[in-house]
């Protein structure tokens, strides 16, 4: 049996550590979605809404990937490594996709990159879960999907002021190396943030390795962790282009996308922190139901009301992760939490690789306002299905 260390790590600077890194993986991801706009025309590529949809579908298809793996290989070496490892990876793949001369090249690297964007999201909320086990709980998982939308509010903020001028290559080795050399830094704060392998945590000795996985809670909330990324990341693709439709220019189209990750960040922040008051379903109700109508609306709206229904579509479309990310901790033991959130981040990103490439060819094939109409009723799909996590989550608290 592993001894436990006399002294581990403070909660809160293993929190601060897994947020600035959620916070530089986010702006990657944020990053070309951002410049996607700017690809499509770029000369030299000439993009249709089935290559767009193909990039994203490319990166998070490579991120599923390795979450499983990611989450075992973590049980022996530990989250932190793995977390700087696929971090700094994923930053010199933009470093390579901005020199790359052609959309197959780009591809090529977009696929390779995205292998270590599978680290992040198990990993990161795994160690925060076990630092916060028995108190905040939810609000801690919040505030690290918070940090997440700070990256992605990041995103557009860093296309206005370096792509519209400088090209959406030049912006992508800017935030790339930026990254290596944030990441270099962190390694030296191991001491300080490391918990070790979950398995010689101090709560698998005090559970005595008797938890039992909840198959049936785990699966369900799976199937509606599904869903959410499934709409989330269409959306997160496609609004741009109804900006684009109503006659706005780049830099509008970035602003706006600015107002919809901000909104998505108070979103993450405010459902976690009312995720240890509320009850999840309640929440998931209110969010998607939101996210279901305002995507219905959003072709039809006049450009001046545009930003403000971005913010409030960010809150909804955006807020459901962090309820969910944090009722994974209720169907799974801690010893098996890494793992664990490696099937459920696999699960959804599931639906986050395969939702931008059907919904581009929709696009392509009727039209643009359609696919997100469609994207709605998909949307509205998640309140009857999360119905099934009241029996589950019951059994879990009683």
Sequence with gaps: MTAL??????????LLFASATHAWSD????????????MQTDPDLLLSYTDVGLVKTVYSGASTALQIPAGYLAESVGEFWLLLGGNMWVAAGLVGMALAPGFML???ITLVSGLGGGTQHPLATSMVSRSYDNDGRSTAVGTVNFAGDLGKMAAPAVALLVAIKYGWRATMQIVGLGGLVFMTIAMFLRRTVDRGRPSASLETFREGGLEKTNTRGFLTLGGVGFLDSATRSAALTFLPFIMKEKGMSDQQTLIMLLFLLAGGAVGKYVTGWLGDR?????????????????????SATPTLAMAPLMFVLGIGLNGTSSVLYSTVSSFVPTRTRSRAYGYYYTITATGETIAPIIYGRVADLLNIRLAVTIMSAVTAMILPASLALRKPLEDATG
């Design 5 to 14: 260390p006399s002294e581990g790590p403070s909660k809160r600077r293993v």
């Design 27 to 38: 702006l990657f991801y944020a990053l070309m979605i951002a410049l996607l706009p700017l």
């Design 106 to 108: 780009i591809l090529a």
């Design 278 to 298: 509320c009850g999840a379903i309640r929440l998931i109700w209110g969010t998607k139901g939101l996210t279901a109508a305002l995507l219905l609306v959003a």
